[in-house]
């Protein structure tokens, strides 16, 4: 039995979700198949919209449906800042209890297998934010992989020249694990036994 090409197309495209085998992107295209057209045109239309009304900030590169961010408009101090690599990272920092941060999104992580270079990260935009809004202490919040670690050690050498209290998070984060699934205890742990990464403080 030849397999439905549009079925199969529409498998792949669940394929590519980040978490979804293969087996479970066939269930979820089979499922598809049993749902009211008007249910899957309104998936459809949720889709698109997503792509075409959620974009990155301008100022700190946080998903935003504003012109600018929920943060970046806020009145929160100009105290710390916390330097992420992807927006979802934000999200795990915003589950804590009177947290005043504010935020920069990297865009990504140093990668040489990804091919993800220097310039392919939102390095421009943080060093004018750094020399415009007076930042007290920057927080690298890599993930503790060895990508994260390769893009925070880099950071921490340009920051060095700067007037500005550099930390690294503690290690509450086990090596290997990701921000947006960490528990508020973890990361509050992991915030309190930060490392200071210029070494003259």
């Known amino acids: 039995m030849k397999p439905l090409k549009s079925l199969q197309?529409?498998?792949?495209?669940?394929?590519k979700l980040p978490g979804v085998g293969l087996k479970s992107a066939e269930r979820m295209a089979q499922a598809v198949l049993t749902l009211p057209e008007d249910?899957?045109?309104a998936f459809s239309d949720a889709l698109k919209h997503v792509k075409s009304s959620i974009h990155a900030c301008p100022t700190c590169g946080l998903f935003t449906e504003e012109k600018v961010c929920e943060i970046c408009q806020s009145s929160r101090p100009f105290e710390t800042l916390v330097v992420v690599s992807f927006p979802k990272d934000v999200f795990a920092f915003e589950r804590l209890e009177d947290v005043q941060f504010r935020y920069h999104v990297l865009g990504g992580v140093l990668s040489a297998s990804k091919g993800i270079?220097?310039?392919?990260?939102?390095?421009?935009?943080?060093?004018?934010?750094?020399?415009?809004?007076?930042?007290?202490?920057?927080?690298l919040a890599m993930n503790p992989t060895l990508e994260g670690e390769t893009t925070a050690q880099y950071l921490a050498v340009l920051l060095k020249k700067l007037p500005i209290r550099v930390t690294r998070l503690g290690y509450g984060l086990p090596m290997g694990a990701n921000l947006d699934y960490a528990d508020a205890i973890t990361l509050s742990k992991a915030l309190s036994g930060r490392t200071n990464l210029k070494g003259d403080e």
């Open 9 to 15: 197309q529409l498998t792949e495209s669940f394929h």
């Open 39 to 41: 249910d899957v045109i």
């Open 117 to 139: 270079q220097v310039q392919d990260l939102h390095l421009p935009q943080l060093f004018q934010r750094l020399e415009k809004e007076g930042f007290k202490e920057i927080i």
